[in-house]
């Protein structure tokens, strides 16, 4: 049989496991997130003709590949899109919760989507103060730095040995949201079409801001683990009884804001 391995580290996965059970919850098992994030954003169609998937997270970037509706490839790169605010940060003499902002308020990874030129208030690490600068000046800080990101997605999948089967991108996580992201896609992957993807809508009920990208991947294993019967009452014991299926994964997620933590 041909089978697809992942591997992961032990140390991490221990970490997890202890951070879980110290409040007394139980793990009933674990999984590879690429597999059902990959379920839920891409198409059946897409999985077939050959789809690259592409989740941009805050510290890592997973990447996988599809061919002939099957996962032939996967990797996950340890940084990702928090390297963008840190860059901000150290250039723009600010907060990293300031350079945070002004990456989703006004960052752009392409220079078609710099809309107008004008420009943002700054404030001072200390917060007593602010300074001015140009929009595109933050575009400057942007760009090569995503560039850079995409450039190692496109040096994993060289290694892959599949390089020239996907057809089509998808890419999706909080990274994916930034305008000008797909367009590097296109131009440093050789991908003839890239979207930007969430969960699919007929796949579960939900408020219409958790279809964003940036929540795909704690939707999907929302709908993993519901779809899995070993989950259903988290082993009749070691969670709580009583009230909904997602209720209970609140619970267990407290904090996150899917759930309204």
């Known amino acids: 049989m041909d089978v697809h391995i992942t591997t992961g580290s032990s140390t991490h996965l221990n970490n997890l496991a202890k951070a879980i059970q110290r409040p007394g919850y139980k793990i009933d098992g ?3 997130g690429l597999v059902p994030l990959a379920d839920t954003v891409l198409t059946q ?13 805050g510290e890592t970037m997973s990447v996988g590949i599809y061919i002939d509706g099957i996962l032939k490839f996967s990797r996950d790169i340890p940084y990702g899109c928090d390297l963008i605010t840190s860059d901000l940060s150290r250039l723009l003499h600010t907060s990293r919760q300031n350079a945070k902002e002004i ?5 752009v990874s392409f220079p078609t989507f710099l809309d107008e030129e004008g ?3 700054v404030p001072s690490l200390d917060g007593r103060s602010t300074h001015n600068i140009k929009k595109s000046y933050v575009l400057d800080i942007i760009q090569p730095r995503v560039e850079e990101l995409i ?7 060289e290694s892959s040995g599949y390089k020239n089967f996907p057809v089509v991108g998808v890419v999706t996580g909080g990274g994916s949201l930034m305008p000008g992201i797909t367009e590097h896609c296109v131009n440093i992957l050789g991908l003839k079409e890239v979207r930007r993807g969430g969960v699919q809508r007929d796949l579960i009920t939900s408020d219409d801001e958790f279809f964003d990208p940036l929540y795909s991947t704690a939707m ?5 683990a519901s779809d899995n019967a070993a989950y259903d009452d988290f082993s009749g014991g070691a969670y709580e009884k009583g009230g ?3 209720s209970k994964l609140g619970r267990l997620f407290k904090g996150v804001d899917i759930f309204g933590g």
């Open 30 to 32: 674990t999984f590879y």
């Open 45 to 57: 169609e897409e999985k077939e003709i050959g789809a690259l998937i592409l989740d941009l997270g």
């Open 103 to 107: 990456k989703e308020k006004y960052g």
């Open 119 to 121: 420009e943002i208030p």
């Open 151 to 157: 450039e190692q997605v496109e040096q994993c999948v």
């Open 220 to 224: 999907a294993l929302v709908i993993y």
């Open 244 to 246: 909904s299926f997602f």
